[in-house]
């Protein structure tokens, strides 16, 4: 089956990424490109004219929950994937908070045997760090599940004390797998449910302290600088992280990180008295946020993952005390970004394809192309159209999850098209 894609402008990673416009021929799991104004005498089954569009290596978000096994009344693999082949990822990796937790290779098969059956697009699972997933427990069996995971981590809960954290980063340096790690310190909590700052203290609401991450960030570098694991972090959402970071980077230490959009886009201001726009960490203050887009402009700052948390409507529909933490974001990731940072000129295409495509498969060495270039295997791709206009619709959602704080929005920018292994997944032409 070969596919002709017409008149694109192409993505390519020559050291510092470029589009250029071209014709891009895919032929199994290969891409083969000519110049547009060449004769393509190629022959091909299939041709789609992307004049003007984007055509990159698909996106991956390395922080995604898909629920299932367990609760699948939430999420699936299957509509789990569906959402990311439609908002543009090639690849997904759930985090570990499913039933049974993947402590085990027995216990992770049962989540393997899923994707296996069910998954639209690429799925590289994590496994626990401790038995329980819960930051306290006995440390998992990370040498049996290894061989068939991204990494370790404990997402939703922090490890909660440091001699349990440096046991955990020396048996995944051991292995050669990442620490991926949510911080949170949770003798810092007070019950509080959004940030501690100005919205909290108006509304009489109780707050989430900023400290409550970094403390934990600190903590974590040391222990990585000594035991030379290497480690990332998880939805950074506070100037101290960014700040812990970009230090830890200075000095050596194999450290990485991920934000999401909305801490990006929102603060605490923008809160309103609903479920829809609660998470954690929660949304910070505007100086958190100005902090974060310093952090993706000098480097410190790896990538973009969504926290793609999926709940039922009625879980989220308890205001913002009760209502449970998490939103979706799969679906809505790309063009917010692109509206809302690459169009008022914070950041160019190039860097934000490289903070969602390029940096996560450098990081977590996974497969996939980082350049679109000649004979590049595994053809991973999406098309994007930069200046399509539509409005954030939950209702038109792959994903069952339907919270999101941007529920309204009019954004500018959209997937076209997702390619996984040159097969299309995702078509909207």
Known sequence: MKTLLKGAKVFENKGKGQFVKKDLLID???????SPDEQNSCLYDSLFDFRDKFIIPGFVDVHVHLREPGFFYKETIRTGTMAGAHGGYTMICPMPNVKPAPNDFENLKAQLDIIEKDAWIKVL??????????????????????PYVI???????GVQTGDLMEEAMKVAKSL????????????????GYIHQGEYCRVHGHKGISSESEWVQVARDVELAAKTGCKYHVCHISTKETVDIIRQAKKSGVDVSCETGPHYLILTDMDIKEEGRFKMNPPIRSAEDRDALIQGIKDGTIDMIATDHAPHSVEEKSKGL??????????????ALLNTHLVNKG??????????????PRKRFRLPGPLS?????????????????????????????GRATPFEGWKLRG?????????RAKFLEI
């Open 346 to 359: 914070i950041i160019t295409i190039e860097e934000l394809v490289t903070l969602m495509s390029i940096n």
């Open 372 to 400: 679109l270039t000649e004979g590049e295997k595994l053809c991973d791709i999406t098309v994007l159209d930069r200046e399509r206009e539509w409005t954030v619709d939950p209702e038109n959602f792959l994903t069952k």
């Open 28 to 34: 199994g799991d290969k891409v083969s490109v000519s």
């Open 176 to 191: 050669d797998k990442p620490i991926v790690a949510h911080c949170e310190d949770e003798s810092l909590l007070t019950g």
């Open 321 to 334: 005390e009760k209502s449970a933490f998490g939103i979706v974001g799969l679906e809505t990731a790309f």
């Open 414 to 422: 959209k997937p076209l098209a997702t390619f996984v292994d040159g």
């Open 125 to 146: 699972p994590y496994g626990t760090i401790t038995r329980d997933g819960d930051g306290r427990s006995e440390l998992a069996d990370m040498e049996g599940t290894a």
């Open 151 to 157: 990494g370790f981590s404990d997402d939703g809960r």
